[in-house]
C-alpha cells in the first residue's frame, strides 16, 4: 500500500434501516503506523494511494471487517488487473482471483465503505463475482460514500440481488464520473449496469454503462432500482434483459420521488413475458417519479415510449442534441470522432 496504506482509520458508527456494526478503531492490518503521518487520508489533496491487487483486497479485507472509512479518501495511482483472459469466457468457470465487494451487508447487518473512492481516470480488469448472496460489485454496499472517477472492464459479476457493476448499494452516496464494459447479472432482482439499488438521496450522474445486463426483474441500463434518488446525464449503450418484468434502458423502476433527467439510451431491450413493465428509460415509472429530457435511438430500439422521445441515430450525432442534453449546463460534449459520434462528457477525451 502506498502512501503509507490504509491503516489509518476513522471510528464512525452508523443507524439506519440497517445495523452498522462491528465499528473498530484497530489498525493493526495496517503495514504503516498511523502515527507518523496522522493526515494522510483526511483530504482529497493527501489521500491514501491504490495502486496494486494488494492494495484493492486490503481495502475489502478492512471494510468488510466494519471499517466503513467515513471521511477518508484513497485514490487510484495505476490501472489494477484482477485477473488476466477474456471475461466472456468465464462464466461458472472462475479465474484464479475471485472478487469479495468491499462492504457487505449480512440480513439487517451491514459494514458498509463510507470514504471516498477517486479512480484519478484508472481502470479495474478482471474482476469475477459468481455466487448465490447479494450485494455484489467492485462495492457490495456503500453508504454516504463517494465512488468517482474510473472504469470498470473485461469483468463478469453475477449474484442474486442488489448488483452492479460499481455499487451493488449505493445508499446515500455519490457515483460520478465513471463507466463500466462488465457483464452483469443477477438471478433474482435489481441488477444494473452500474449500480443495483441507488436509494435514500443518492446521486448517479455523468457515466455511463456499456455492458450487457441480464436479471429476473428490475434490471436497468444504469440502475435496477432508482429509489428517493437521482439520476442524471448518462447515457447506457449495452443491452438489457430481464426475464419478467420491469426493465428499462437507463432503470428497471424508478420511485418513491425519484428523477431521471437529461440522458440516452441506444441498445435493445428484452423483456421475457411482455412489454408492459419495460421502457426504452425505465420500466416502471411511479407517479411520484420524474423522467424528463430522455432519449433513444428509434432506429436500435423499436420499443414505443410514452417517458421518453426517440430520435434517429443522424439526429442523435450532432452538435443539436448536445446542447438538448445540456439544457443549459457545460456537461455533455460532441465530438464525432468520439463516443461512435454521440454525445459523451469531457472527461471521456
Not at 463500466?180 to 441488477?191: F, G, I, L, N, R
Not at 435493445?268 to 425505465?282: F, K, Y
Not at 465530438?335 to 454521440?342: A, D, H, I, L, Q
Request: contains cysteine; glycine residues 12%.
Amino acid at each position: 500500500m502506498h502512501k503509507n496504506g490504509i491503516g489509518l482509520f476513522s471510528s464512525f458508527c452508523l443507524i439506519a434501516s440497517i445495523t452498522i456494526c462491528g465499528c473498530s478503531s484497530d489498525s493493526s492490518s495496517s503495514n504503516t503506523d498511523p502515527k507518523e503521518n496522522p493526515t494522510v487520508g483526511t483530504t482529497e489533496e493527501n489521500p491514501y494511494e491504490i495502486s496494486s491487487v494488494e492494495d484493492l483486497i486490503q481495502l475489502a479485507s478492512e471494510v468488510n471487517n466494519c471499517k466503513s472509512y467515513a471521511g477518508v479518501y484513497f485514490k487510484m495511482t495505476a490501472d489494477i488487473v484482477l485477473n488476466e483472459g477474456n471475461a466472456s469466457e468465464w462464466g461458472a468457470t472462475a479465474p484464479t482471483n475471485v472478487w469479495v465487494p468491499i462492504g457487505k451487508k449480512v440480513d439487517i447487518t451491514a459494514c458498509p465503505f463510507s470514504g471516498t473512492f477517486d479512480g484519478d481516470g484508472h481502470t479495474i480488469s478482471g474482476l469475477y463475482f459468481n455466487d448465490t448472496n447479494a450485494y455484489a460489485g467492485l462495492f457490495g454496499v456503500v453508504y454516504g460514500g463517494t465512488i468517482k472517477n474510473m472504469g470498470l472492464i473485461n469483468s463478469y459479476i453475477n449474484a442474486r440481488y442488489a448488483v452492479g457493476s460499481i455499487v451493488g448499494y449505493n445508499f446515500e452516496s455519490v457515483v460520478e464520473n465513471v463507466y463500466s464494459e462488465a457483464s452483469v447479472s443477477a438471478t433474482s432482482q435489481y441488477v444494473g449496469g452500474l449500480v443495483g439499488v441507488n436509494i435514500h438521496g443518492s446521486i448517479i450522474q455523468e457515466s455511463y454503462n456499456s455492458g450487457t445486463v441480464n436479471g429476473s426483474f428490475t434490471a436497468g441500463g444504469i440502475a435496477g432500482s432508482n429509489n428517493a434518488s437521482e439520476i442524471k446525464n448518462v447515457f447506457n449503450k449495452g443491452n438489457v434483459s430481464a426475464s419478467k418484468i420491469n426493465v428499462g434502458g437507463i432503470a428497471g423502476e424508478n420511485v418513491q420521488g425519484a428523477t431521471i433527467t437529461n440522458c440516452y439510451f441506444i441498445a435493445t431491450i428484452v423483456n421475457g413475458d411482455s412489454t408492459e413493465n419495460a421502457g426504452n428509460i425505465v420500466g416502471t415509472n411511479a407517479s411520484t417519479a420524474t423522467v424528463a429530457n430522455c432519449y433513444y435511438d428509434n432506429f436500435i430500439s423499436t420499443l414505443a415510449d410514452s417517458l421518453a422521445e426517440g430520435k434517429s441515430t443522424s439526429e442523435m450525432k450532432v452538435s443539436g442534441f448536445v446542447q438538448t442534453l445540456n439544457n443549459g449546463s457545460d456537461v455533455w460534449k460532441w465530438v464525432s470522432t468520439k463516443n461512435g459520434g454521440y454525445p459523451s462528457f469531457s472527461w471521456m477525451e
